[in-house]
């Protein structure tokens, strides 16, 4: 099974992306959704995740400007991405954590650069 990511590119800053996540076959225990961002000779780190409940966490250098939402049973998850910064640009993975067994998957990534 495969995360396949979309809706990445090029963007001025203050501007907006829509990223989006599918499974390409169904995963079953899905108890969290999330996307990452690795920006070049930094850490991965967590930008936003949401629980089968729906229940949001961000990172507080997004909050207020980012919106995850997602359905689990339905394998998807998305990333609004609105006022976008220089500092938003970095490759996003999104990341779906399966309860039983435990387990990670992990998109390929897509870019996101925000430049004038």
């Known amino acids: 099974v495969q995360l396949v990511e979309s809706g990445g590119g090029l963007v001025q800053p203050g501007g907006s992306l829509r990223l989006s996540c599918a499974a390409s076959?169904?995963?079953?225990?899905?108890?969290?959704m999330g996307w990452y961002r690795q920006a070049p000779g930094l850490q991965r780190e967590l930008v936003a995740d949401?629980?089968?409940?729906?229940?949001?966490n961000y990172a507080d250098s997004v909050k207020g400007r980012f919106t995850i939402s997602g359905d689990s049973a339905k394998n998807t998850v998305y990333l609004q991405m609105n006022s976008l910064k220089p500092e938003d640009t970095a490759v996003y993975y999104c990341?779906?954590?399966?309860?039983?067994?435990?387990?990670?998957?992990w998109g390929q990534g897509t870019q996101v650069t925000v430049s004038s």
């Open positions: 949401i629980t089968s409940g729906g229940s949001t």
């Open positions: 076959a169904t995963i079953f225990g899905i108890y969290s």
């Open positions: 990341n779906f954590r399966q309860s039983i067994p435990s387990r990670d998957y």
